[in-house]
């Protein structure tokens, strides 16, 4: 006799959820995508980022910022770069993310390779402590909806960061795109019938669930 294996129900995962729709939104799903329910997923933005630099007013230092890419999936906003300790023809910076979190450190005149990429040039004046730069990152298109794709932990668009699980399974073809319930926030849900990354280790999956818990999603 032929045995089946029943899928999982729409929301059969969830065990509690916040009054009302607090926990739910409307979200767009990417194209090419197979989810099913209780599937983690992450969120990317739609369009190529890039970034533009302002100098302090009152620098001392004169020198330039060259062409300035963006990796993909960096935070979008205001990037501060700070002279920290100056030296004649060099010296070195610090860059700050929009969140205040250190990006990391470089040199002038070095190329400097970060979430954000550039060459900051000396110039005939040399820069001293506490001059720097507003380096500002924007999307392509500011009206570009944020889309949705199954969690990827090694992807750098955002899709590595725990968003949501959908609530009923879905299927996007080539070029297609669909809107479907998302599980957001404050819920609980059953760790037996979410559906991790297929290569997921255990260590990545407590990572994943503590992530989930900053959204007020709790795994049981």
């Not at 197979?34 to 990317?44: D, F, K, R, S």
């Not at 910022?65 to 920290?84: H, R, S, W």
């Not at 199954?150 to 795109?177: I, K």
């Amino acid at each position: 006799m032929a045995e089946f294996v029943e899928g999982a129900h729409t929301g059969e995962f969830l065990m509690s959820e916040a009054a009302g729709t607090r926990s739910r939104e409307t979200a767009v799903i990417a194209a090419s995508q197979t989810l099913v329910v209780g599937q983690i997923v992450g969120q990317i933005l739609v369009g190529a980022l890039s970034a533009t630099a302002e100098a302090f007013a009152g620098n001392t230092g004169n020198g330039v910022m060259g062409a300035i890419t963006v990796d993909a999936g960096a935070p979008t906003g205001e990037y501060k770069l700070l002279i920290t300790e100056p030296a004649s023809n060099v010296g070195n910076f610090v860059v700050e993310r929009p969140d205040g979190v250190v990006d990391g450190q470089g040199d002038v005149a070095a190329a400097y390779n970060g979430s954000i990429n550039f060459t900051l040039a000396d110039g005939a004046t040399d820069f001293v402590a506490g001059d720097g730069f507003t380096i500002t990152v924007v999307a392509a298109d500011a009206t570009a909806q944020d889309q949705y794709v199954a969690l990827s932990l090694t992807a750098t668009d955002g899709s590595q960061t725990p968003a949501g699980l959908v609530y009923d399974a879905v299927t996007t073809g080539a070029g297609e795109t669909v809107e479907a319930v998302l599980i957001a926030r404050d819920a609980e849900v059953n760790g037996n019938l979410i559906a991790y990354p297929e290569d997921a280790t255990d260590d990545e999956k407590a990572a994943v669930r503590v992530a989930l818990k900053t959204r007020g999603i709790i795994v049981r």
